[in-house]
Structure formats: structure tokens, C-alpha cells
């Protein structure tokens, strides 16, 4: 079993950037690839980034390409996401995942495990 706690949230002016964070508990954390997904108000939730079991690999969602990174430390058992030249359209709840079952990273039925969420708005 893997229990998820991100942090980080927060509200801030367009432009502006956050550091995300999701720590997890559970030893096998590096051997899963991470993900961030987020779901904004009356819209679906929606890949944002992964990153594969030692961090060499990343993907990120074509909206965010350029300004958000993700990176892991497997030392601390954390996922991080920075979140640079934030827009209002990236207002949501920011959730990571993990315990992927293999196929596509994009897809959030692929991962097992969630955890609660942390509130990004950005304001205009």
C-alpha cells in the first residue's frame, strides 16, 4: 500500500511560479512512475506530468511543456512539480499518482494510488 500527501498549493498572480510537492510513504515508491494530473471546475481531470522509476524519463502535457518540470528524489520518497509562468487557465486541484500498472502514463486509470490533492489558483 502507498499513502499520497502533496503540498504546495497556493494562490497566486499570473505569472508567478509554485513548487509542488508529493510525498509518499511505502517502500516500494522507486520502483513507480510518478504522474500529476488536475482537475479544474466542472472540467475532467487531465494528464499534466510523469516521470518514470529513476527520473530519466519525464512527459508532460503539450499545455504545460516549457513551464512545468517534473523531477523526484527516490532518497526522500517525493515527487516534485515546479510550476513556472502560471496562467488562470492552470487553476485546479494538482494531484499525484502512482503505482502504474504499465501502457500509457497519460491515462489516470493506469495508476493505483492517489492522493488528496492541493489547490492551485492563479489569478488574473
Known amino acids: 500500500q502507498v499513502q499520497l500527501v502533496e503540498s504546495g498549493g497556493g494562490l497566486v498572480q499570473a505569472g508567478g511560479s509554485l513548487r509542488l510537492s508529493c510525498a509518499a510513504s511505502g517502500r516500494t515508491f522507486s520502483t513507480y512512475a510518478m504522474g500529476w494530473f488536475r482537475q479544474a471546475p466542472g472540467k475532467e481531470r487531465e494528464f499534466v506530468a510523469a516521470?518514470?522509476?529513476?527520473?530519466?524519463?519525464?512527459y508532460y502535457a503539450d499545455s504545460v511543456a516549457g513551464r512545468f518540470t517534473i523531477s523526484r528524489d527516490n532518497a526522500k520518497n517525493t515527487v516534485y512539480l515546479q510550476v513556472n509562468s502560471l496562467k488562470p487557465e492552470d487553476t485546479a486541484v494538482y494531484y499525484c499518482?502512482?503505482?502504474?500498472?504499465?501502457?500509457?502514463?497519460?491515462?489516470?486509470?493506469?495508476?493505483?494510488?492517489w492522493g488528496q490533492g492541493t489547490q492551485v489558483t492563479v489569478s488574473s
Open positions: 516521470i518514470n522509476w529513476s527520473g530519466g524519463r519525464t
Open positions: 499518482a502512482t503505482g502504474w500498472k504499465g501502457g500509457s502514463y497519460y491515462l489516470g486509470q493506469q495508476y493505483d494510488y
